[in-house]
């Protein structure tokens, strides 16, 4: 495997954008928009609450305020950062129609919006659970340390109906709210309860040297934003590659070791660069040149080269950061050396069908050694696999994984692409542009 690609914008960020802009009421100019299969599927949803129209290679998101009334309609498996989308929808009053809607989701979305004052009403239309948000003018903050999986739903439910938050939380908030939400005019801070003992350079070489040693201070993280500020000036962010696409295409290049590749447009950032990490600390060769700064932060070039990689553990906390990128990182430890060990990945569990039995279901086909527990999975890696069979529709990140693991096992694997061709139309095409497939299997590649 070797060459270089050049990723297509990332469409999970594209949609935060459009529901930032609805939220915030003010129009957007979101750029790239080439390579983004899913805009008429979106400019279909918002009808109504807003408009998409596209020029050259940027698309204009003009709010709607005295749009139709009707129910926004989401695809469960497609909503990308799902507890800040529909909270920040709910927020600002506008109802959702979730199809599937798993149970234990919803229980979850309930019991939030109770513990900030509010009513999650959940009523039904032709079989489909439609979701608005009543009792507003309670909306409270409840002095107590949250997850940082909880803050998503928070600065949704924030921005959604024009308040200010502060709470504390036991993690520093790494996302891609942090860099997206300045550029509408709103405030966002994150400090720690160190700061000003950091600021003290004797009390800071104190700590250095006190590192890796048990200590009864917790290090607490402040997060405040305002989202009272009213911005009615048009304006324009930028979109980095996909992370998701990233992370199967150096999947594949772990499956399939020789040779170079070089990704372009690559996100760096701590919170989009989950598998890069991963491969990096298995004691991959990697190299990083940032090449340039979106409105979700900076991207650039990472080279890889030929690489043995050895399993490590790996604690996937916050979730948000490493759930669309899971199924990569388990290809990745399924032919590292050795045992890898993912946890914290429990929130899974609240999908229907579990998500973490989906992955399982999936290693299972392929015939991997693995391990499962309450909150993780466990992968025995560095074995050869036969080929296998899926016929049932997997999510995109997930068919994908499949796809790249196929590359390094023996015999034919048939995967189910509809999700695929949905997200990545070209998906096939970029894989074999990055592949030398030897003897016959070029033209029987082809003809997949």
């Known amino acids: 495997m070797k060459g270089a690609i050049r990723l297509p914008p990332s469409s999970d960020l594209?949609?935060?954008?459009?529901?930032?802009?609805?939220?915030?009421?003010?129009?957007?100019?979101?750029s790239p928009c080439t390579d983004m299969p899913f805009l008429p599927l979106w400019e279909k949803i918002f009808m109504g609450h807003a408009s998409l129209l596209c020029e050259g290679d940027s698309c204009t998101v003009s709010p709607l305020e005295n749009g139709a009334a009707g129910p926004i309609a989401l695809a469960y498996e497609e909503i990308p950062y799902k507890d800040f989308v529909v909270f920040c929808l709910l927020g600002c009053k506008k109802s959702l129609s979730i199809d599937p809607l798993?149970?234990?989701?919803?229980?979850?979305?309930?019991?939030?919006?109770?513990?900030?004052?509010?009513?999650?009403?959940?009523?039904?239309?032709?079989?489909?659970?439609?979701?608005?948000?009543?009792n507003e003018d309670r909306f409270r903050i409840r002095d107590s340390v949250k997850n940082a999986d909880q803050m998503h739903a928070l600065l949704g439910l924030g921005m959604g109906l024009s308040q200010q938050i502060a709470v504390t939380t036991d993690s520093a908030f790494s996302s891609a709210l942090r860099t997206i939400v300045p550029s509408f005019g709103f405030d966002l801070n994150v400090s720690s309860n160190l700061r000003d003992k950091n600021d003290d350079p004797i009390a800071r070489r104190m700590r250095f040297m006190q590192m890796g040693k048990k200590t009864n201070t917790?290090?607490?993280?402040?997060?405040?934003?305002?989202?009272t500020k009213k911005n009615n000036t048009p304006c324009e962010i930028t979109v980095p590659g996909d992370d998701v696409l990233c992370a199967v295409v150096l999947a594949a290049k772990c499956v399939v070791p020789r040779g170079s590749l070089i990704v372009e447009n690559a996100g760096l950032e701590s919170w989009n660069s989950q598998t890069l990490a991963l491969v990096k600390k298995?004691?991959?060769?990697?190299?990083?040149?940032?090449?340039?700064?979106?409105?979700?932060?900076?991207?650039?070039?990472?080279?890889?080269q030929k690489m043995g990689l050895a399993g490590r553990k790996v604690e996937c906390l916050p979730l948000y950061s490493y759930s669309q990128q899971l199924p990569a990182m388990v290809i990745i430890a399924a032919f590292a050396q050795g045992q890898s060990v993912f946890r914290g990945i429990e929130d899974l569990r609240n999908d229907e069908p579990d998500g973490i039995d989906k992955i399982v279901s999936f290693v299972k086909a392929a015939g991997m050694r693995f391990g499962e527990m309450p909150d993780g999975i466990v992968i025995d890696g560095g074995r050869q696999y036969d080929g296998f069979d899926i016929a049932e529709r997997l999510s995109a990140p997930l068919a994908a994984a499949a796809t790249v693991a196929a590359l390094h096992c023996m015999g034919v694997s048939t995967i189910n692409e509809e999700s695929i061709v949905r997200r990545w139309p070209r998906f096939a095409e970029l894989v074999l542009s990055l592949c030398e497939l030897k003897g016959g299997a070029s033209s029987a590649a082809e003809q997949a």
Request: hydrophobic fraction near 50%.
């Open 282 to 304: 298995m004691g991959g060769v990697v190299a990083m040149q940032e090449t340039g700064i979106t409105s979700f932060g900076s991207v650039g070039t990472i080279s890889v």
């Open 102 to 134: 798993p149970r234990k989701r919803l229980d979850i979305w309930t019991a939030f919006a109770a513990e900030c004052g509010c009513t999650l009403n959940v009523s039904e239309q032709f079989g489909v659970k439609v979701l608005s948000l009543c």
């Open 218 to 227: 917790p290090i607490l993280y402040n997060v405040t934003a305002d989202f």
């Open 14 to 30: 594209f949609f935060v954008g459009i529901v930032m802009a609805i939220a915030a009421k003010v129009t957007m100019k979101i």
